[in-house]
């Protein structure tokens, strides 16, 4: 709102704190009018242009990794500037809290709505927040707390969750905690399939309240799993499952369960296959076509899925003239055509989504051929045929046995009465070698059993359908499940992969803090040159592993010349207690690398490729004394020797029964020299002595194990008299 002719500064300012960042918000309580503060400056402090009037105002001082603070008071403005505090020594704790003891808090998001709209929002993660406790009328102050079992990571999902609101109205109390029991809560169990292999999955959810919505939260979610649903009753949520980096995402229909147990729902069962969009797929408006189905990775029950890695392309065209084509683009970028004839005529659409990702072997390419008939129109959908597919018979990792398995097509027509379109599937086909031959399924009124060959890695799948409106589909989704058998590395073509290194050569070494990052590259050769290229790492089997680390975006593949690419990956973000959780994956891990020809035509792909160490960081400390000390005497040597905990306790912690070499350089050489071995107790601590003989610089070195890093301390200079 713009500031009245009689105005006065307005000083907001967070007292008792140390603030790098923050958020000031300034309402009106008699009309809820919002005045902007300018927030940006360093500093815990802003100014605010106010004419006279009663005022509600809230700051929000949050830091990454730190606690959150969300601070509201009311004040007046008169006839002169004023300072306006906030006290960030008078916050409490806020949170919802079960009677299940176990449980602890993953994530969190407190807002604070008013008549005139929102603030915050505070929280993200597991850290606390605090607020202010006050009393205005109208002003509602909102948690939403996911909560899971204490020590469960990205690598270990906790095998419950807890997704909680709780709305204090027109009063925040002196304590703003509240604890629900946790018989009072909905119940359900949600199933999450895994694409073909054990990946990392988080589950998201935001509350959905009259006139506003929260941000969206989550945890961790169990891929090839269930994970038992504590839900606040009543409530309805936004949610969407993400796979891996988070580029491939699941969302789903808004959720409200009342108390007691319900009927539960499994997510991310194969074939995963396109999607009509909930708010309409590609249209025609007047004289040209709109050109845009991004959710190709839906799952079978019709949740949409997109996959921002994947790459789509298109071509429309009739009577021989081609009207859109592109290739290369994103899921998330529409095409348009030139200008069409107004006429009514037959049209091609051909629809090919690619992707080749590490946390998903399943529908690496979608591919769309649609046939349809449209003419001049102000503004509708295409009628583009859908077909739906269903496999009954795959495990939790979306495999199936050798032996029969049921699959069951239906097919729509969009834009068209159910009854003129006469839509039906006419046939079904599946191959086992990626889709170089074929093979006809018998099908009655759209299902077909298959007997699915114990050679199988991989099944994919060819739905074909037609309506009574000159339209069809022929939707082929390669490797729409997983087979039996193992799924061995690829090479098709003259695509060869070489020179992987992994951070530099050197051992990944991994403190106890967040944000922590290192970098891969490898060599990629192929005739017609390299498209793209990626990698990530693994520890324990391929088809299972126990946990995995993916580059945080996709690699870089830089030409070196015409036959070859250097591709260059980050693994960025890596927070060892939350990726990994376990101190046991520490040890020796694999790279799995691919790469595609330019062309194409060709294809590698290594499912352990190399080995990498990705170790524990170890800490050693040293003191000689006393110091100075006389020559001859006892010298008595302490130390430490500890390492990085990436499970529940964090920091570093004693390293027992190790041996480590104590050393010493005289003043003035260049090099130390080792004096012996000492062996640490049980709780890493190291003693022993020598005797003193001329001034020099007293170390401990650590050589490392194969879960644990090298370490040395620096020099202990003592002066021997």
Same mark, same amino acid.
């Given at each position: 709102?713009?500031?009245?002719?009689?105005?006065?500064?307005?000083?907001?300012?967070?007292?008792?704190?140390?603030?790098? =960042?923050?958020?000031?918000?300034?309402?009106?309580?008699?009309?809820?009018?919002?005045?902007?503060?300018?927030?940006?400056?360093?500093?815990?402090?802003?100014?605010?242009?106010?004419?006279?009037?009663?005022?509600?105002?809230?700051?929000?001082?949050?830091?990454?990794?730190?606690?959150?603070?969300?601070? %509201?008071?009311?004040?007046?403005?008169?006839?002169? =500037?004023?300072?306006?505090?906030?006290?960030?020594?008078?916050?409490?704790?806020?949170?919802?809290?079960?009677?299940?003891?176990?449980? *602890?808090?993953?994530?969190?998001?407190?807002?604070?709505?008013?008549?005139?709209?929102?603030?915050?929002?505070?929280?993200?993660?597991?850290?606390?927040?605090?607020?202010?406790?006050?009393?205005? /009328?109208?002003?509602?102050?909102?948690?939403?707390?996911?909560? %899971?079992?204490?020590?469960?990571?990205?690598?270990?999902?906790?095998?419950?969750?807890?997704?909680?609101?709780? =709305?204090? =109205?027109?009063?925040?109390?002196?304590?703003?905690?509240?604890?629900?029991? *946790?018989?009072?809560?909905?119940?359900?169990?949600?199933?999450? $399939?895994?694409?073909?292999?054990?990946?990392?999955?988080?589950?998201?959810?935001?509350?959905?309240?009259?006139?506003?919505?929260?941000?969206?939260?989550?945890?961790?979610?169990?891929?090839?799993?269930?994970?038992?649903?504590?839900?606040?009753?009543?409530?309805?949520?936004?949610?969407?499952?993400?796979?891996? *980096?988070?580029?491939?995402?699941?969302?789903?229909?808004?959720?409200?369960?009342?108390?007691?147990?319900?009927?539960?729902?499994?997510? %991310?069962?194969?074939?995963?296959?396109?999607?009509?969009?909930?708010?309409?797929?590609?249209?025609?408006?007047?004289?040209?076509?709109?050109?845009?189905?991004?959710?190709?990775?839906?799952?079978?029950?019709?949740?949409?899925?997109?996959?921002?890695?994947? #790459?789509?392309?298109?071509?429309?065209?009739?009577?021989?003239?081609?009207?859109?084509?592109?290739?290369?683009?994103?899921?998330?970028?529409?095409?348009?055509?030139?200008?069409?004839?107004?006429?009514?005529?037959?049209?091609?659409?051909?629809?090919?989504?690619?992707?080749?990702?590490?946390?998903?072997?399943?529908?690496?390419?979608?591919?769309?051929?649609?046939?349809?008939?449209?003419?001049?129109?102000?503004?509708?959908?295409?009628?583009?045929?859908?077909?739906?597919?269903?496999?009954?018979?795959?495990?939790?990792?979306?495999?199936?046995?050798?032996?029969?398995?049921?699959?069951?097509?239906?097919?729509?027509?969009?834009?068209?009465?159910?009854?003129?379109?006469? #839509?039906?599937?006419?046939?079904?086909?599946?191959?086992?070698?990626?889709?170089?031959?074929?093979?006809?399924?018998?099908?009655?009124?759209?299902?077909?059993?298959?007997?699915?060959?114990?050679?199988?890695?991989?099944?994919?799948?060819?739905?074909?359908?037609?309506?009574?409106?000159?339209?069809?589909?022929?939707?082929?989704?390669?490797?729409?499940?997983?087979?039996?058998?193992?799924?061995?590395?690829?090479?098709?073509?003259?695509?060869?992969?070489?020179?992987?290194?992994?951070?530099?050569? /050197?051992?990944?070494?991994?403190?106890?803090?967040?944000?922590?990052?290192?970098?891969?590259?490898?060599?990629?050769?192929?005739?017609?040159?390299?498209?793209?290229?990626?990698?990530?790492?693994?520890?324990?089997?391929?088809?299972?592993?126990?946990?995995?680390?993916?580059?945080?975006?996709?690699?870089? &593949?830089?030409?070196?010349?015409?036959?070859?690419?250097? &591709?260059?990956?980050?693994?960025?973000?890596?927070?060892?207690?939350?990726?990994?959780? $376990?101190?046991?994956?520490?040890?020796?891990?694999?790279?799995?690398?691919?790469?595609?020809?330019?062309?194409?035509?060709?294809? *590698?792909?290594?499912?352990?490729?190399?080995?990498?160490?990705?170790?524990?960081?170890?800490?050693?400390?040293?003191?000689?004394?006393?110091?100075?000390?006389?020559?001859? /005497?006892?010298?008595?040597?302490?130390?430490?020797?500890?390492?990085?905990?990436?499970? #529940?306790?964090?920091?570093?912690?004693?390293?027992?029964?190790?041996?480590?070499?104590?050393?010493?350089?005289?003043?003035?050489?260049?090099?130390?020299?080792?004096?012996?071995?000492?062996?640490?107790?049980?709780?890493?601590?190291?003693?022993?002595?020598? /005797?003193?003989?001329?001034?020099?610089?007293?170390?401990?070195?650590?050589?490392?194990?194969?879960? #644990?890093?090298?370490?040395?301390?620096?020099?202990?200079?003592?002066?021997?008299?």
């Amino acid at each position: 709102m713009s500031a009245a002719a009689s105005t006065y500064a307005v000083k907001l300012s967070i007292t008792h704190a140390d603030v790098r =960042s923050k958020l000031f918000y300034v309402w009106d309580r008699t009309t809820w009018a919002y005045y902007a503060v300018n927030s940006d400056g360093s500093g815990g402090s802003a100014t605010v242009k106010l004419p006279p009037g009663d005022y509600f105002s809230v700051a929000l001082h949050s830091d990454w990794g730190e606690p959150s603070y969300l601070m %509201g008071r009311t004040f007046k403005v008169g006839s002169a =500037s004023t300072t306006v505090t906030f006290d960030q020594s008078a916050a409490k704790e806020t949170a919802i809290r079960t009677d299940d003891t176990t449980a *602890t808090r993953n994530s969190s998001a407190v807002w604070i709505n008013t008549p005139g709209g929102l603030a915050g929002y505070a929280g993200s993660g597991a850290d606390k927040v605090y607020v202010t406790p006050f009393s205005v /009328k109208g002003v509602t102050l909102r948690v939403h707390e996911v909560l %899971g079992k204490k020590g469960a990571s990205a690598s270990a999902p906790s095998p419950y969750r807890y997704d909680l609101t709780h =709305s204090f =109205s027109n009063t925040v109390p002196t304590s703003p905690v509240v604890t629900v029991p *946790t018989s009072t809560l909905a119940k359900t169990v949600t199933h999450v $399939r895994a694409p073909g292999t054990r990946t990392t999955a988080s589950l998201q959810s935001a509350p959905v309240l009259p006139d506003e919505s929260g941000v969206l939260i989550g945890s961790a979610a169990p891929a090839g799993g269930s994970v038992t649903e504590y839900v606040t009753p009543g409530i309805t949520y936004s949610r969407q499952l993400n796979y891996g *980096t988070g580029d491939y995402t699941l969302n789903l229909p808004d959720r409200t369960l009342p108390a007691g147990a319900s009927t539960g729902q499994t997510l %991310g069962a194969a074939p995963l296959q396109p999607v009509r969009r909930e708010s309409g797929g590609s249209e025609r408006s007047a004289g040209k076509m709109w050109l845009y189905e991004p959710h190709a990775f839906g799952d079978s029950a019709g949740y949409a899925g997109i996959d921002g890695r994947a #790459t789509t392309s298109y071509k429309l065209a009739s009577e021989g003239v081609t009207y859109a084509q592109a290739t290369g683009l994103d899921p998330y970028q529409p095409l348009v055509s030139s200008s069409l004839p107004s006429a009514t005529r037959t049209y091609t659409l051909d629809q090919t989504v690619t992707r080749r990702v590490p946390y998903s072997r399943l529908s690496t390419e979608v591919r769309n051929e649609w046939t349809f008939r449209s003419a001049y129109a102000g503004r509708e959908e295409l009628p583009l045929i859908d077909a739906r597919v269903k496999v009954s018979g795959l495990d939790a990792s979306n495999r199936a046995g050798a032996g029969a398995v049921r699959i069951d097509a239906t097919a729509t027509t969009r834009n068209t009465e159910a009854a003129q379109a006469n #839509t039906r599937v006419t046939s079904l086909a599946y191959s086992t070698d990626d889709g170089a031959s074929w093979t006809d399924l018998p099908v009655t009124d759209g299902a077909a059993t298959l007997d699915v060959p114990a050679t199988a890695s991989f099944v994919s799948l060819r739905v074909t359908a037609v309506d009574d409106q000159g339209g069809s589909l022929r939707r082929t989704l390669e490797r729409a499940f997983a087979g039996p058998a193992a799924q061995d590395d690829e090479t098709v073509g003259a695509t060869r992969i070489s020179n992987i290194v992994v951070n530099g050569g /050197k051992p990944v070494e991994l403190t106890d803090a967040p944000l922590q990052e290192f970098k891969a590259k490898f060599t990629a050769t192929d005739p017609s040159g390299i498209a793209s290229g990626d990698m990530y790492l693994y520890r324990g089997s391929y088809d299972a592993p126990d946990a995995v680390l993916y580059d945080s975006f996709p690699a870089t &593949c830089t030409k070196v010349n015409a036959t070859t690419s250097t &591709c260059k990956a980050t693994f960025a973000y890596i927070e060892p207690r939350w990726t990994l959780g $376990r101190n046991s994956l520490a040890g020796t891990w694999k790279v799995a690398a691919w790469a595609e020809a330019a062309n194409g035509a060709g294809h *590698t792909d290594l499912h352990a490729a190399k080995s990498a160490a990705v170790l524990r960081d170890a800490s050693v400390t040293v003191n000689a004394s006393p110091e100075p000390v006389t020559k001859g /005497k006892t010298l008595t040597v302490t130390g430490k020797l500890s390492r990085a905990d990436w499970e #529940t306790l964090g920091g570093y912690h004693g390293y027992a029964g190790q041996k480590v070499l104590l050393q010493f350089r005289k003043k003035g050489a260049s090099a130390y020299a080792t004096v012996k071995t000492v062996t640490t107790d049980g709780s890493g601590n190291l003693k022993t002595t020598v /005797k003193a003989s001329v001034d020099g610089d007293w170390r401990y070195r650590f050589a490392g194990t194969p879960t #644990t890093a090298s370490a040395v301390a620096g020099g202990d200079f003592v002066d021997v008299r």
